[in-house]
T-cell receptor, first 114, second 115 residues
Framework: DAGVIQSPRHEVTEMGQEVTLRCKPISGHNSLFWYRQTMMRGLELLIYFNNNVPIDDSGMPEDRFSAKMPNASFSTLKIQPSEPRDSAVYFC????????????FGSGTRLTVV | AQSVTQLGSHVSVSEGALVLLRCNYSSSVPPYLFWYVQYPNQGLQLLLKYTTGATLVKGINGFEAEFKKSETSFHLTKPSAHMSDAAEYFCAVSSVKAAGNKLTFGGGTRVLVKP
């Protein structure tokens, strides 16, 4: 298995632009998580899906952030409009429920908003 | 609600010395416990996990951790540090009742290995 695949690995964009981050979870996993990591706040859970349905989006910072999971093999996290304070590394992770075997993380997308 | 506390945001050890990273958790139900490692510019990688059974669990790269229910702890150890162990380590807790396998992470401990 290729693991959790995120794209792009790096994204540099100007303030006000729309940014879309992509994630392909491990085949057979039915839960997907989006995290944001910064030096100041550490790892923050933004949203998670179970069977393609958003279960908890309480971590999404504001309406500029949205996430979708149209099918079991693809998810997007969109920021519109982007701001410099959105600069962070965004991780996607997947797991299988039931069975608490932990998450498998992707390599992350490093977003820089200038 | 569940929570995780990692004592010490930074730990410095000499190469060959014992590595000890402390993790305490709070959970109202039997916990599942995890340690992840993050190398620079990479995602988090599972080191080891405790779900049920033997309380001493062994993971990759010579690490092990012991679940102590009475102390609500899950400390991570490695007898002899190697330069390649320099990374950030995260303790996490979940449970059979956690919706969607949701993990709660600690704040992380960054390990520096001195030659």
């Amino acid at each position: 298995d290729a693991g959790v695949i995120q794209s792009p690995r790096h994204e540099v964009t100007e303030m006000g632009q729309e940014v879309t981050l992509r994630c392909k979870p491990i085949s057979g996993h039915n839960s997907l998580f989006w995290y944001r990591q910064t030096m100041m706040r550490g790892l923050e859970l933004l949203i998670y899906f179970n069977n393609n349905v958003p279960i908890d989006d309480s971590g999404m910072p504001e309406d500029r952030f949205s996430a979708k999971m149209p099918n079991a093999s693809f998810s997007t996290l969109k920021i519109q409009p982007s701001e410099p304070r959105d600069s962070a590394v965004y991780f996607c992770a997947s797991s299988y429920v039931p069975g608490n075997y932990g998450y498998t993380f992707g390599s992350g997308t490093r977003l820089t908003v200038v | 609600a569940q929570s995780v506390t990692q004592l010490g945001s930074h730990v410095s050890v000499s190469e060959g010395a014992l590595v000890l990273l402390r993790c305490n958790y709070s959970s109202s139900v039997p916990p599942y416990l995890f340690w992840y490692v993050q190398y620079p510019n990479q995602g988090l990688q599972l080191l080891l996990k405790y779900t049920t059974g033997a309380t001493l669990v062994k993971g990759i790269n010579g690490f092990e951790a012991e679940f102590k229910k009475s102390e609500t702890s899950f400390h991570l150890t490695k007898p002899s540090a190697h330069m390649s162990d320099a990374a950030e380590y995260f303790c996490a807790v979940s449970s059979v009742k956690a919706a969607g396998n949701k993990l709660t992470f600690g704040g992380g401990t960054r390990v520096l290995v001195k030659p």
